[in-house]
Nanobody, 124 residues
Framework: QVQLVESGGGLVQPGGSLRLSCAAS????????MGWFRQAPGKEREFVSA????????YYADSVKARFTISRDNAKNTVSLQMNSLKPEDTAVYHC?????????????????WGQGTQVTVSS
């Protein structure tokens, strides 16, 4: 499995921006499609965005489309999530995840490795 460590979370006002990063180690990063999920207190884990192994294909949940941008740098073994126009309902712990399966998936159970998560709080 690949080991994943997220960073970049914090407290931001509504309308603000944050950039989350996820550093991978232990396996060949480019062999994994990557995803971001989030989980708010009392709620199930929710798909946010995913990116293919090469970075050519990206997919977003409707709730974040046009506000969030996922990207990856296979040379640096990192995947990032740029979050703009943040809303209070974006408040959650954000996790990155890696899947060795082909293509992009929104299903948490298809991801092989998970990071511990980073807290994002959107509040005035």
């Amino acid at each position: 499995q690949v080991q994943l460590v997220e960073s970049g979370g914090g407290l931001v006002q509504p309308g603000g921006s944050l950039r989350l990063s996820c550093a991978a180690s232990g396996r060949t990063f480019s062999n994994y499609a990557m995803g971001w999920f989030r989980q708010a207190p009392g709620k199930e884990r929710e798909f946010v965005s995913a990116i293919s192994r090469s970075g050519a294909n990206k997919y977003y949940a409707d709730s974040v489309k046009a506000r969030f941008t996922i990207s990856r740098d296979n040379a640096k073994n990192t995947v990032s999530l740029q979050m703009n126009s943040l809303k209070p309902e974006d408040t959650a712990v954000y996790h990155c995840a890696a899947t060795s399966g082909m293509g992009i998936t929104t299903i948490p159970g298809r991801y092989d490795s998970w990071g511990q998560g980073t807290q994002v709080t959107v509040s005035s």
